[in-house]
């Protein structure tokens, strides 16, 4: 299965600014997908990056907050944009295995702590 | 939308004692999914089911989906120490995957 890069691995960010989030993986796939994880929560699908289209957004996302870029078939980022303390969560991408069974790799992980 | 209703929330066992996690949906699924994350981890994929009624073993693990294709159940046999995480059923809705809750397991030994 594919192998994922993400970074940063965690970050402390001060209220009002953004961050961006990156995504490498080492083969091309159609389509990335980010997701959130609040502090002892579940995974919430927040978009799915399409290459050379604009992202499909979650209820409860949107563009402005979260804007993504998928410049290619095998990058992506997320921006956690004028982020507040309630965006404090770890960030995730992942990957179809390729397996045609829509089975999902993930990468390690952004945990992001907003002050 | 689709929703997956997972259970228990929380299971905290001694080592060597058995452990079981619930899904269930409230319409037939076309497949479900396990996966695992281990405390300051990402989730991991384990297994997934198809078929109804199917069932599948990963050493001490044995994973079921309902012969209505509605529920899942996860069973770990005499846990150990390394089992600890918490366990996610994921079930798909159109070309994505929706996670339940998941249950945190710790094992004491």
């Known amino acids: 299965s594919a192998v994922i890069s993400q970074k940063p691995s965690r970050d402390i960010c001060q209220r009002g600014t953004s961050l961006t989030i990156q995504c490498q993986v080492d083969s091309q796939v159609t389509m990335m997908f980010w997701y959130r994880q609040q502090p002892g929560q579940s995974l919430t699908l927040i978009a799915t990056?399409?290459?050379?289209?604009?992202?499909?957004?979650e209820s409860g996302f949107v563009i402005d907050k979260f804007p993504i870029s998928r410049p290619n078939l095998t990058f992506s980022t997320l921006t956690v944009s004028n982020m507040s303390p309630e965006d404090s969560s770890i960030y995730l991408c992942?990957?179809?295995?390729?397996?045609?069974?829509?089975?999902?790799?993930f990468g390690a992980g952004s945990r992001l702590t907003v002050l | 939308g689709q929703q997956v209703m997972q259970i228990p929330q929380y299971q905290h066992v001694q080592e060597g004692e058995d452990f079981t996690t619930y899904c269930n949906s409230s319409?037939?699924?076309?497949?479900i999914q396990w996966y695992k994350q281990r405390p300051g981890g990402h989730p991991v994929f384990l297994i997934q089911l198809v078929k109804s009624g199917e069932v599948k073993k990963q050493k001490r693990l044995t994973f079921q989906f309902g012969e209505a294709k509605k529920n899942s159940s996860l069973h770990i046999t005499a846990t150990q120490t390394t089992d600890v995480g918490t366990y996610f059923c994921?079930?798909?809705?159109?070309?994505?995957?929706?996670f339940g809750a998941g249950t945190i397991l710790r094992v004491k030994s």
């Open positions: 990056a399409n290459q050379g289209s604009e992202a499909t957004y």
């Open positions: 992942s990957v179809d295995r390729g397996t045609g069974a829509n089975v999902l790799t």
């Open positions: 319409t037939t699924l076309s497949n």
């Open positions: 994921a079930m798909e809705y159109g070309n994505k995957l929706v």
